[in-house]
């Protein structure tokens, strides 16, 4: 079955750097896109940020230059690099894929930026 598992958060200080991970399982990863999405008590942007099959990338406006994705596709794992965290990307974050009209989650990983 189809299963992502995210790791890398962590509690940091304003102005930190967190690196998360989702590696997938159970589909040709180099055809699917995915995306991380992130829930907290900002509800700042959901949608944090997307790449696809074909590396084509959007990032929400409070994260541009300072979020980078990126997919290794011989690891079959997405990444998400965030620099100069804030306290309002206090959030769950989740890895996301939908395949065949089907959405699947990965568990969530928990990133806290406080001081």
């Known amino acids: 079955q189809v299963k992502l598992v995210e790791s890398g958060g962590s509690s940091v200080l304003p102005g930190g750097s967190l690196t998360l991970s989702c590696v997938v399982s159970g589909l040709d990863f180099s055809s699917y896109g995915f995306g991380w999405y992130r829930q907290g008590p900002s509800k700042r942007d959901p949608v944090a940020s997307i790449?696809?099959?074909?590396?084509?990338?959007w990032y929400a406006e409070s994260v541009k230059c300072r979020f980078s994705i990126s997919r290794d596709n011989a690891k079959n794992t997405v990444y998400l690099q965030m620099n100069s965290l804030q306290p309002e990307d206090t959030a769950v974050y989740y890895c996301?894929?939908?395949?065949?009209?089907?959405?699947?989650w990965g568990q969530g990983t928990h990133v806290t930026v406080a001081s």
């Open positions: 996301r894929t939908v395949r065949y009209g089907v959405f699947y």
């Open positions: 790449i696809t099959d074909d590396t084509s990338i």
